[in-house]
């Protein structure tokens, strides 16, 4: 029977787990000898998630191929209990069907949710024609600024700024950042799309531990969102379809 045994920050599972749950209440942890990867969509079809952390993220870690199928508020619980640095065991046998969680002296010992109930989506081949670098904190000012206005986000891009842009019955809310303070802008041609609002804030903060994200996008094409976990030694992608603009 497939065996699964690590040690892990509480900080890097903490973040894993928040990144998942934007999307899903449980997750499927696939596990190969190389690290952990988890594939997530929403019940909508609207987002889309693949997170990875590599073997050198844990402290420890000796995993046979295996799927182990979680329920994310039995692991915040425990996460709950851990103190900033703590150091999680987690071991899982497949012959039993439970995960133990241990954090000091205190062991949990978890029911597990069958894999096969939990849909693990077929990533598509999306590729925008035009990408941005970014700090984080600049594009969460943004969000905050048009959580209040609208239900909607566009975002734009050209060869010389990147722009979000919000706008309620009676205001608006742009934030314009020209290619000097950006990390990488490449946008040959100028593209533009809108996105729900609500998807967009959820993802850009459950990113914890990246300074700058990679954002690349299309004129109504889905939004490609990479950033890494766990100080690098891991990383995500978030996939978010695009909202259709009413042409009246």
């Known amino acids: 029977m497939p065996m699964f045994r690590a040690r892990v920050r509480m900080e890097i599972l903490r973040e894993l787990v928040g990144v998942v749950s934007t999307l899903v209440p449980e997750m499927k942890l696939i596990v190969s000898k190389e690290g952990v990867e988890v594939k997530a969509v929403d019940p909508s079809h609207v987002a889309m998630l693949v997170a990875k952390l590599k073997k050198d993220a844990f402290e420890e870690f000796q995993g046979d191929a295996t799927e182990i199928g979680l329920d994310l508020e039995k692991v915040r619980e425990v996460l709950a209990l851990a103190r ?6 987690l071991t899982y046998d497949a012959g039993k069907g439970k995960l133990v969680v241990s ?4 062991s ?3 029911s597990v949710v069958d894999p096969a109930g939990i849909s693990q989506p077929k990533v598509p081949s999306v590729n925008p024609t035009a990408k ?8 969460r000012q943004g969000i905050r600024g048009s959580e209040s206005i609208s239900d909607h986000v566009t975002l734009s891009l050209d060869q010389d700024t990147f722009t979000l842009h919000s706008e309620g019955e009676n205001d608006q809310v742009n934030l314009k950042i020209g ?4 990390t990488l802008l490449d946008a040959k041609e ?8 609500d998807f967009f804030s959820n993802m850009v903060k459950s990113i914890t531990s990246a300074e700058e994200v990679t954002m690349a996008l299309g004129t109504q094409y889905p939004l490609k969102l990479d950033f890494t976990l766990a ?5 995500a992608q978030f996939l978010l379809a695009p909202r259709v603009e009413d042409t009246d």
Do not use: A, N
Not at 179 to 182: C, G, R
Not at 190 to 197: F, G, N, T, W
Not at 231 to 235: F, K, L, N, S, Y
């Open 132 to 139: 941005v670098v970014l700090k984080i904190d600049e594009l």
């Open 231 to 235: 100080g690098g030694r891991g990383d």
């Open 103 to 106: 954090v000091g002296k205190l």
């Open 190 to 197: 100028p593209v533009k799309s809108m996105y729900p609002l």
């Open 108 to 110: 949990r010992v978890m």
């Open 84 to 89: 900033p640095g703590d150091v999680l065991d």
């Open 179 to 182: 290619k000097e303070s950006l």
